[in-house]
């Protein structure tokens, strides 16, 4: 029987990212040869949590636990939350405390969500709202 390749089953190196190295806009990975690898970007790709430490942005739709709300960004360093439907309520985003709510009066659609946006297909006659979670905001 060979022993496995190095660094698992498809012979690449495994590469472990390096999360005290992180920064609002990159992140730093150690090879097993030893090599660190940096990737920056022009947006952020982590934020700060309530800790001070970074976590990687998720700007995925998941399922809310907020109260009257349907979906939610699932790890943005802010929070977006969409009701079911345009009926339901306004559409919440908030950051320390503070919020602004946006609806559409008179509309009605149910939100579909795919992946990071949510479209509510004719909320108003001939009128389409569609909604994307950015890592900014």
């Known amino acids: 029987m060979r022993p496995a390749p190095p660094g698992g089953a498809s012979g690449k190196p495994v590469a472990r990212e390096l999360p005290g190295l992180r ?10 040869q ?13 934020y700060r949590d309530a800790q001070g430490a970074w976590q990687p942005i998720d700007t995925t739709l998941v ?13 943005v360093g802010y929070d977006a939350q969409f ?27 149910k939100g ?11 909320a108003l006659p001939g009128v389409t709202l569609v909604y994307t979670v950015l890592s900014t905001g």
């Open 23 to 32: 920064t609002a806009t990159s992140r730093t990975v150690e090879t097993t």
């Open 34 to 46: 030893g090599v660190y690898r940096t990737e920056v970007s022009s947006s952020p790709v982590n």
């Open 63 to 75: 399922a809310s636990t907020g109260k009257g709300f349907a979906w939610q960004a699932k790890a």
């Open 83 to 109: 009701p079911g439907t345009l009926a339901d309520g306004p559409i919440r985003v908030s950051r320390g405390g503070r919020w602004v709510g946006l609806q559409l009066d008179g509309a009605t659609a």
């Open 112 to 122: 579909v969500v795919d992946g990071a946006t949510i479209t509510h297909a004719d």
